[in-house]
């Protein structure tokens, strides 16, 4: 019995089902021990010199902690641009998306209408095509109207996320209780306050888990801003270590591009771990069913 005089009952361990499943315990163990260690090294790279680097002492620290090479990757490598313009881009490209997508996967799990599943399956095409396939059209559409610079880039992370966005999000809103609808309109709520409302907010989990998804994809891409990216000032954190891989050439200072891509590498990391659970309930769960 626990503290609140309640009976608690222990499930046993099934010592057969679990030796069954040791193989795959073993892979998954192997596989964390290797990113584990993988990651100390680059951490522990991003403190040493080349010197340290290239004779493989990087854990030794013979000549201290370089906690420079993080003030150099900063300042003087751009990774203080680079680093913004993903944020700016990220920040913005999830939260426009979140708001063209959900209603728009509301209004095609909830209503019947001409065209219904025509959009669905365009949806679903859309994601299907590479973007190599698209990049000739969409370059040439921005050189005729001259759209340039962060605006054009933000504007293609909202499209490119819309599709999948919409799909992720139908079965969460077709999955609610109409009961919530038809409560709602006895109270005289409108359909768009129903559904910021009421039936918005019951898929909330749903909601967080793709933002993330659409985070972490925009802060990684690297092929559109590979080609759209024109300047320092508009280029994401992707293209900014290749420019920055590029400049070792020069400057022999791979101290700075392992602190570099710890930089990068901290914003996604740190949304897994303090937001995994909320991931896994996004992944896993669907609507509030009634």
């Known amino acids: 019995m626990n503290k609140d005089n309640k009976v608690v009952y222990k499930e046993k361990i099934r010592w057969k089902k679990e030796a069954a499943l040791l193989p795959g315990y073993l892979i998954v163990f192997i596989w964390i ?8 090294w680059i951490l522990a790279a991003s403190l040493s010199t080349s010197r340290e680097i290239f004779s493989g002492a990087v854990f030794k620290f013979e000549s201290g902690f370089h906690f420079e090479n993080y003030i150099d990757a900063w300042n003087v490598g751009n990774v203080s641009v680079y680093f913004m313009n993903s944020l700016l881009y990220a920040t913005v490209a999830s939260t426009v998306v979140i708001l063209i997508s ?29 973007e190599v396939m698209i990049i000739m059209p969409i370059y040439s559409l921005t050189a005729e109207y001259h759209i340039r610079g962060r605006i054009l880039l933000i504007i293609l ?22 009961s919530y609808e038809e409560a709602a309109a006895i109270d005289g709520c409108t359909p768009s306050k129903t559904f910021w409302r009421i039936m918005l907010p019951l898929v909330q989990p749903a909601i967080v888990t793709v933002t993330i998804f659409n985070f972490m994809s925009v ?40 602190a570099s891509v710890i930089i990068v590498f901290l914003p996604t990391f740190l949304l897994y771990i303090f937001l995994s659970e909320k991931i896994i309930a996004g992944v896993t769960g669907g609507g509030v069913k009634g």
């Open 157 to 178: 992370y909202i499209l490119l996320r819309v599709p999948f966005t919409t799909t992720y999000l139908l079965n969460f809103f077709a999955s609610l209780s109409r």
């Open 102 to 130: 959900a209603p728009a996967a509301y209004v095609l799990s909830r209503y019947t209408f001409l065209g219904n599943k025509g959009i669905k399956t365009s949806l679903v095409l859309a994601m299907s095509i590479p």
């Open 33 to 40: 021990l290797f990113t584990a260690a993988f990651l100390l």
């Open 219 to 258: 802060w990684n891409e690297f092929f559109m801003a590979l080609i759209f990216a024109t300047s320092t000032e508009t280029t994401p954190v992707g293209v900014g270590l290749l420019q920055i891989v590029n400049a070792m050439r020069y400057t022999g200072n791979y101290g700075g591009l392992f």
